[in-house]
């Protein structure tokens, strides 16, 4: 496969890139935005500016890559995307060329770049991917520790199947949103003793869930499996993703079958699709796995990336407070594993198929991934900027997640992935 020329670290674009941006020409993630004059279509982040594909293709700066002006002027990335990695590598490539400082093509034709480049701040976002299909993973090891230990036995706390395989569920697609639109706190059943019969209530511990999640190409026929050396091949790029989750509603709820309306209420993704292209230099090794897992499960490589994660709650007052640090590398399974075990019964994936991590918690106490653990089940009040505390979220915070990779001068970051919560609908 061709290389990846758009991640050289020595790449400078004419297009101005402000200090600290996680969008510099090495990075080049794309989303679906729109005007209030045009239609809904398929751009590129370069510092706070957007390339706007349709305009390009129209100005024929991708002639000889297999896209159609319709695999662009959409609302989503999948028409794009249903050409596969090669294609899509392809094109980020091109990008490249047309934004480096030292190609004339574009940056000397003037009334072609007031064509193509639109400011962020003036166009609204949308969700990328049409998701066909949404899978969470349990895959970090000290979340998984975490919550055994809350809630069963310390000196058991993860169940036996974990380190054999990388615990999931089928998740709700519908209620996927994209960074910034508001959630309504979720009505439902709680019961939190087992003496008293169950109410029907707001949601008492509405949580976050900080977590990647990556989407995919489309896969193999049904019947046939991804090994973990094909894997990457399927992953088009990696969001920032909120599981967000209603604690005592999952309390009562989730057994046998998991979690199911503490969940399906929302989630909330970053409208950037950074490419598992543009994070290949920041791949680090993943922790040693004792047990040995099964052959199907075995991977060569570095399969772990570095990326650096935070979350902040900004009450109506304004005032953030960062309640978490953590970082992608501390995941016990990798993604080429998730997609491994996804497949090795004969499940087929599909283009826009989304998979979440589960929760990334780091081994120390800052860099836990959720309210639950942050606040160890409410027993640890976290102290806001503002003076107030929290055990779970509030109405009108704002959750935000950030998330970037670093390494040689070069910052590849994901923008944000936040959203409101809004006092429950009762009735
Ligand atoms: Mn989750």
């Not at 007052?317 to 970082?327: A, D, H, K, M």
Request: charged share 20%; with cysteine.
């Amino acid at each position: 496969m061709m290389e990846i020329s758009a991640n050289d670290p020595r790449l400078k674009s004419w297009v101005d890139v402000p200090q600290g941006s996680d969008f510099p020409i090495q990075n080049l993630p794309f989303g679906v935005f729109r005007t209030e004059s045009q239609l809904p279509r398929v751009g590129v982040a370069i510092g706070d500016k957007i390339l706007d594909l349709k305009a390009l293709h129209i100005l024929g700066y991708l002639e000889n890559l297999p896209f159609r002006l319709e695999d662009f002027l959409a609302d989503s990335l999948n028409p794009m995307m249903k050409q596969g990695k090669k294609a899509t590598r392809d094109l980020r490539n091109r990008i490249s060329k047309l934004l480096r400082s030292d190609m004339p093509d574009l940056r000397d034709r003037e009334h072609h770049v007031k064509q193509v480049l639109v400011s962020q701040s003036e166009v609204q976002m949308l969700l990328p991917i049409r998701v066909g299909d949404y899978t969470d993973f349990y895959s970090s090891e000290d979340h998984a520790r975490n919550v055994g230990t809350m809630f069963r036995d310390p000196a058991k706390a993860l169940l036996p199947n974990w380190k054999h395989l990388p615990v999931g569920y089928h998740g709700r697609a519908s209620s996927i949103v994209v960074s910034g639109t508001p959630i309504h706190r979720p009505m439902g059943q709680v019961n939190p003793s087992d003496d008293t019969p169950p109410t029907f209530k707001a949601s008492g511990q509405l949580d976050f869930e900080l977590e990647v999640a990556f989407v995919t190409f489309d896969g193999k026929p049904m019947g046939q499996r991804i090994s973990t050396g094909e894997a990457d091949d399927y992953i088009f790029g990696l969001m920032l993703f909120n599981d967000w989750s209603a604690r005592d509603i999952q309390r009562w709820e989730y057994v046998p079958l998991g979690p199911f309306l503490a969940k399906n209420f929302a989630s909330t993704v970053s409208p950037w699709v950074v490419t598992l292209d543009a994070l290949e230099p920041f791949r680090v090794p993943g922790p040693v796995q004792d047990p040995e897992v099964l052959p199907y499960l075995k991977y060569e490589g570095n399969k772990n990336i570095d990326i650096h994660l935070e979350v902040g709650i900004i009450p109506s007052n304004g005032q953030e407070t960062i309640v978490s640090r953590s970082n992608y590398k501390h995941m016990y399974w990798n993604m080429t594993q998730q997609l491994a075990h996804h497949t090795v019964g004969g499940c087929n994936i599909k283009c826009g198929d989304m998979m979440a991590s589960g929760t990334i918690s780091g081994p120390t106490e800052g860099s836990f991934g959720s309210m639950l653990e942050i606040a160890w089940k409410g027993t640890k009040p976290v102290a806001m900027t503002d003076g107030s505390t929290r055990n779970f979220i509030l109405d009108g915070d704002n959750v935000v997640i950030r998330g970037y990779a670093e390494k040689e001068g070069v910052r590849v970051g994901f923008g944000k992935c936040e959203g409101v919560v809004l006092p429950a609908i009762e009735f």
